[in-house]
């Protein structure tokens, strides 16, 4: 396998983009990820999309982006594993480079969220969970993570008050993301008066709703230091899968896949979470990034929402996570969300972070963890600066 | 929802049918061709028992479209007696009133009516055990 | 021998008071309750429906047949006036839902009020001709009353269901005789969201003529009198008809009373008297008599006399008894609430 690194980053404001199409915005992802990395070719493209086919009745992104690229006859194809989609992306994008089949690869990660308004947003996401035995019974996957919470809070004791520490150490740090969809500070009284979505969960403790893409260039070592590109290396990559529906798990106070998938890119790194400088996680709810913590063995079970409590999470604190603003104030647009943790990992250990919210302590390793549905798939990675 | 999907789903959802590994022992809901235990592949038919305990639930208010009438209604997974674990909603009962450990029963109720016109999907639904 | 084998019903937990509709429409709360001798109705939620009271109702006939195997039940009707297809059976989901399928025979039966003792009136003939092992036979309503309208103070919802067979009996039929004329006091024509009824032409020329008229009839082919019975079960609209026309037949308040729940459960239309009689089997002994009289409005009504076994001490508290999912752990609510649970409020398709 040769070493791989990551040459280029484009990233699209996450948001309501309403002049913008599917299109639009992966190709403004992709011109901004390739100009970035100053190649002039791609070998292949990978993108990362839940559903085109549902959101906008669009398939066959491989060839449609492609084209739209203005790369003619490149092999593109999208790949799905639901929110983890773009991390996914990334995955296969990495395998293609390190195993010599190709040299220069992009993997991006695009999703049009709001062409289809709230019920059909909701019935796309949904085509995440069991759809006959979850779905089925008026499942949402708000109402999934609060069933997850519930028994965390049960089993734990985690409390309100740890679920609202995440937004608002989220919120802080998309604060100073130009790209970020709500970048502003909130507090936590905002979380708590917020409407009630699924008990004990609340609007504030969503990510939204969110048109974006994201891209980055995936090369070898080699090209790179001929680019004169900083060396973001890839060393760690980790895919796991869990039984798809909550009730099938023996424990739902763990995320079982995100904890097999480090393991296996800890072990292809090297490394162990006491390595790792910071990272990117899954907070499609501010629960997730709790039981994540927990999962990945940064926390020991049940303490995760205590070390957020604590700070410990924030960007000055022991181990920052979610610099970029996570998914509840940057924004989740469903299959790039992977691609866009990617994003930030590389600018942190670029030191190209922007506004306040670079980590003062020059981070060498850092981590991305992206996760489909209730946790039924999860992509790890690991990446490194020279 | 289209009639096949429904239909095929019927002896599951209308008779609690499930699949005991014939080698290991473990019942599977719904039915699989493989058990995700041990991997045997053969298995014999188990009607579910109808009564068990919440593990976790939560008070959906914000509902996807085919449900926006019931809002709020409450979702859960609970424990059957033989271990199986199965997600329903909770019906007949105060949302504000659920506690994880409550005791349920399994009744059979209309789970979806697609509006005026579509085919009408019934299910499981928990209700908490009173006698 | 032929007769029942299993029983059960099967009540919705919501229920609605008189006042609370009356307090909409203008109307005079007590006069209504007095009048009618009705104070509440059962109110389905929106995940009820005939189909899903028919199967609950089942299931606690099974569970007091015993070991029978639904795959020996030959065949089942339901009657009822809110099938939730026009077209497309509900039998078809209930025996799907107990494991009868494939080898049965099914129809929905309709006849206003009188469809589930239709049910059973066919079921002890083709368990009696030998035609199948047993027969399930199911009454349930989920009924409408118009808005302001004096029915809908007493629509309500619940299903009783029967397995009839030859051995085994909880109670032998020992009569039925069924007695009927065109006489339309009560319909509902095709589209139209809400029966018609009229007024007090349902009285005299309808509910009392053919259940007085099958009452006399089968007692005089038994060769009985009321005294011989133990209880009678006639169909209850309101409170106030049973009691009525019992008086007029020559029974006793003490014979009616186990089999009258209409003062709180309302009328359920096609489970009306199959409900009542389950209540009376509920407390019954060996040997006594019962009188059932059904009415259904069009008009007729179907009788039958039974006689309790010793069976009945082993199997009435194998299910849940239908006095106790009547009174107990009920919950009521407001008009907005039954309006919106009856889908009265007029939305986009």
Not at chain 2, 120 to 131: H, N
Not at chain 3, 101 to 121: L, Q, R, T
Request: aromatic residues 8%; glycine residues 10%.
């Amino acid at each position: 396998m040769r070493d791989v690194a990551v040459v280029g980053v484009g990233i699209t404001k996450f948001g309501e983009v309403w002049d913008n199409s599917l299109r639009d915005i992966y190709v403004e992802a992709a011109l901004a990820a390739i100009d970035d990395a100053g190649v002039d070719h791609l070998d292949s493209m990978t993108v990362g999309c839940m559903t085109g086919g549902l959101f906008v009745g669009q398939e066959h992104l491989g060839s449609l982006l492609a084209d739209y690229l203005g790369q003619k006859n490149l092999a593109a194809s999208r790949v799905e594993t639901a929110c983890a989609s773009g991390g996914l992306a990334f995955r296969n994008a990495f395998i293609e480079v390190a195993s010599g089949m190709s040299d220069i690869v992009m993997a991006g990660g695009v999703e049009k969220m709001t062409d289809i308004g709230g019920d059909g947003a909701t019935y796309a996401l949904a085509a995440a969970a069991d759809q006959e035995y979850e779905v089925f019974h008026g499942a949402t996957f708000p109402g999934l993570y609060a069933l997850m919470a519930v028994a965390h809070m049960e089993k734990y004791g985690t409390t309100r008050d740890m679920l609202s520490a995440v937004a608002v150490k989220n919120h802080n740090n998309g604060s100073m993301n130009p790209f970020a969809q709500y970048p502003f500070k909130i507090t936590k009284e905002t979380v708590e008066n917020s409407v009630m979505v699924a008990s004990p969960l609340r609007i504030m403790d969503c990510s939204p709703i969110t048109d974006g893409a994201a891209a980055v260039i995936l090369t070898t070592v080699d090209i790179a230091k001929k680019l004169g590109k900083p060396i973001i290396k890839v060393i760690g990559s980790g895919h796991a899968t869990d039984m798809i529906a909550l009730h099938s798990r023996d424990d739902i106070t763990t995320l079982q896949a995100t904890s097999v998938a480090a393991e296996k890119a800890f072990k292809m790194a090297g490394k162990t979470i006491k390595d790792i400088d910071f990272a990117e996680v899954h907070d499609c709810f501010t629960i997730a990034e709790i039981i994540v913590t927990e999962s990945l063995g940064l926390f020991a079970p049940g303490k995760g929402g205590e070390a957020v409590l604590k700070g410990e999470t924030s960007l000055e604190g022991a181990f920052p996570i979610n610099t970029s603003g996570g998914l509840k104030s940057k924004g989740h647009p469903v299959g790039a969300t992977g691609a866009a943790q990617i994003v930030e990992v590389v600018k942190q250990l670029r030191g190209e972070a922007e506004n306040g919210r670079q980590l003062k302590n020059n981070p060498k390793v850092g981590m991305a963890q992206n996760m489909g549905g209730s946790g039924g798939s999860t992509l790890v990675h690991i990446l490194e600066v020279d | 929802m289209f009639p096949s999907r429904i239909w095929r789903e019927a002896k599951h959802r209308y008779r609690l049918e499930a699949g005991k590994c014939k080698k290991c022992g473990k019942v599977v809901f719904p039915y699989r061709l493989i058990c995700p235990e041990c991997g045997h592949r053969e298995f014999e038919k188990v009607i579910l028992p109808d009564t068990g305990k919440l593990v976790t639930f939560s008070v959906i208010r914000v509902a996807p479209s085919q449900f926006t009438d019931e809002a709020p209604y409450a979702i859960g997974i609970a424990e059957l007696t033989n271990g199986v674990k199965l997600l329903a909603q909770i019906a007949d009962c105060d949302v504000d009133q659920i506690k994880v450990g409550m005791e349920i029963r399994i009744e059979f109720r209309r789970v979806q009516t697609d509006s005026h016109h579509g085919v009408l999907s019934y299910g499981y639904k928990f209700v908490p055990k009173w006698y | 021998m032929v007769g029942i084998v299993g029983y059960g019903a099967h009540i919705p937990r919501h229920r609605i008071k008189v006042e609370e509709i009356a307090k909409v429409w203008g109307a005079d709360a007590p006069s209504y309750k007095k009048g009618l001798m009705l104070r509440e109705k059962s109110v389905p939620t929106p995940d009820c429906d005939t189909i899903t009271l028919s199967v609950e109702a089942t299931k606690n006939a099974l569970k007091r047949a015993g070991n029978i195997d639904p795959a020996d039940i030959g065949a089942i009707y339901i009657g009822s006036e809110s099938h939730p297809y026009a077209v497309k059976p509900s039998g078809t989901v209930v025996a799907e839902a107990i494991g009868a399928v494939p080898h049965i025979h099914c129809a929905d039966y309709e006849f206003a009020c009188k469809a589930g003792s239709e049910a059973m009136f066919v079921t002890l003939g083709l368990v009696k001709a030998g035609e199948m092992k047993y027969a399930l036979a199911i009454g349930g309503d989920t009924s409408q009353g118009a808005p302001g309208d004096a029915l809908e103070y007493s629509a309500s919802a619940g299903a009783a269901a029967y397995i009839m067979g030859t051995e085994n009996l909880i109670a032998e039929s020992l009569y039925t005789h069924s007695f009927m004329t065109d006489t339309p006091d009560f319909w509902r024509r095709e589209y139209q969201f809400y029966p018609q009824h009229g007024g007090r032409f349902t009285g005299e020329p309808a509910y009392f003529k053919h259940s007085m008229g099958a009452a006399n009839a089968i007692m005089e082919k038994a060769g009985m009198k009321p005294q011989d019975f133990n209880y009678v079960v006639f169909h209850q609209p309101n409170g106030k008809f049973p009691q009525r026309v019992g008086k007029m037949l020559g029974f006793t308040k003490e014979q009616i009373e186990p089999g009258w729940l209409s003062p709180t459960l309302g009328n359920t239309y096609s489970g009306a008297s199959p409900i009542g009689l389950t209540s009376t089997l509920d407390i019954s002994k060996p040997g006594d008599l019962i009188l059932m009289v059904s009415y259904g409005s069009g008009s007729g009504s179907d009788a039958f006399i039974w006689k309790v076994t010793e069976r009945i001490d082993e199997v009435r508290d194998k299910a849940v008894r239908t006095r106790k999912l009547l009174d107990e752990n009920i919950t009521y609510v407001d008009y907005g609430t039954y309006a919106k649970f009856r889908h009265k409020i007029r939305k986009n398709d």
